[in-house]
């Protein structure tokens, strides 16, 4: 995936997707699928959410930890059935999750690394139905859901999920119908004034939109609670990876929690940053940040002390220089990623 694509660059991908459509190749993330008699009930026992909170043909956001609360990834989970479930982890951690997850299937229930068997193709912005309309794909199913459909007589699968906040699909063909399923998007994309978009606009898109980067803003040291991502744990659930030690810290209140910060002076906050209160105490630490193309001003997620507040006025040392930022809570923008 390039940072951005030639005749393109990062602020006109980046408006493109806000204002219009854009088309992004992520074909780099990981494809799992777990199945066999009782296959949603094990997955449920092992990653964070609750599939007991969504029905077959429904997908939901959760997050694969360690026994300390860790996170080893965060993924999208598709429920097709009790005994069939699809994965779409991370690149990077695919081969982990997918190890973890084998190695603790009971008897009949196989999990399979599906990596180089799938692309996917997210076609993200206001005019996305159009796009998809345009090549006979299903457009009006919900939020968080999909459709297992065919174009041109081959099978694919279309999300109505995405990474930007904006309206959007992301397309499942086969790996090798990819590129025409490709080439059919960027001409439909092309007709509605799109523009494919590369790594630089989708981070971005996520930015401004507070959606976490693993690595960055999820790690084996940011847990859920520290991400302020308890809304994907199932707390009611008898048991899942890092239960125990996940409730333990919700409970003590103590750890530092991701907020937003949005620069008030000049300068664009990098992750890693120090970020000091008022008195120049050191209260955190950037995870993400980057200038954003929609506000024209720096932005960023930040780990911050439980003492620091909304509201709050902190600086962030950039390089050296002090840059003024106020505490806010993402997103930074207003997207439409729930219209119907």
């Known amino acids: 995936m390039p940072i951005e694509y030639p005749g393109g660059g990062v602020v006109a991908e980046h408006t493109a997707v806000r204002e219009r459509v854009g088309l992004f190749d992520v074909s780099h993330l990981g494809k799992a699928r777990v199945s066999g008699p009782g296959a949603a009930g094990f997955v449920?026992?092992?990653?964070?959410?609750?599939?007991?909170?969504?029905?077959?043909?429904?997908?939901?956001?959760?997050?694969?930890c360690t026994e300390d609360g860790g996170v080893v990834d965060d993924l999208i989970q598709y429920l097709r059935s009790d005994e069939d479930v699809f994965l779409i982890p991370n690149a990077a951690n695919t081969a982990r999750v997918v190890e973890l997850l084998a190695a603790a299937a009971p008897e009949g229930v196989t999990v399979e690394d599906l990596h180089e068997?799938?692309?996917?193709?997210?076609?993200?912005?206001?005019?996305?139905?159009?796009?998809?309309?345009?090549?006979?794909?299903?457009?009006?199913?919900?939020?968080?859901?999909?459709?297992?459909?065919?174009?041109?007589?081959?099978?694919v699968i279309v999300c109505r999920t995405g990474y930007t906040g904006e309206r959007g699909y992301e397309i499942v063909p086969a790996w090798d119908v990819t590129g025409s399923v490709w080439d059919a998007l960027a001409e439909a994309v092309a007709?509605?004034?799109?523009?494919?978009?590369?790594?630089?606009?989708?981070?971005?898109?996520?930015?401004?939109?507070?959606?976490?980067?693993?690595?960055?803003?999820?790690?084996?040291?940011?847990t859920p609670v520290m991400a302020g991502a308890a809304w994907a744990v199932g707390w009611d659930k008898d048991t899942f990876w890092g239960k125990e030690a996940l409730v333990a810290e919700r409970a003590a209140k103590e750890t530092r929690l991701m907020r937003g910060l949005v620069v008030t002076g000049r300068g664009i906050p990098r992750s890693h940053c120090e970020v000091r209160d008022a008195s120049g105490a050191l209260v955190g630490e950037v995870t993400s940040g980057t200038f954003s193309p929609t506000r024209k001003?720096?932005?960023?997620?930040?780990?911050?002390?439980?003492?620091?507040?909304?509201?709050?006025e902190v600086v962030v040392d950039v390089r050296g220089r002090e840059v003024s930022a106020t505490v806010s809570k993402p997103p930074f923008v207003e997207a439409g990623v729930r219209s119907s």
């Open 44 to 64: 449920n026992a092992c990653l964070t959410n609750d599939l007991r909170r969504i029905g077959p043909g429904q997908a939901q956001y959760t997050m694969c």
């Open 117 to 155: 068997g799938y692309g996917v193709l997210a076609v993200q912005g206001p005019r996305s139905d159009e796009v998809l309309t345009r090549l006979g794909l299903p457009v009006d199913h919900d939020y968080m859901s999909f459709v297992e459909t065919q174009w041109e007589g081959l099978p």
């Open 191 to 222: 007709a509605e004034g799109g523009l494919p978009a590369g790594l630089g606009a989708r981070d971005t898109l996520r930015t401004e939109m507070g959606y976490p980067l693993h690595g960055n803003d999820l790690s084996l040291e940011i």
């Open 297 to 312: 001003q720096g932005i960023a997620l930040a780990l911050l002390d439980r003492s620091v507040t909304l509201g709050d």
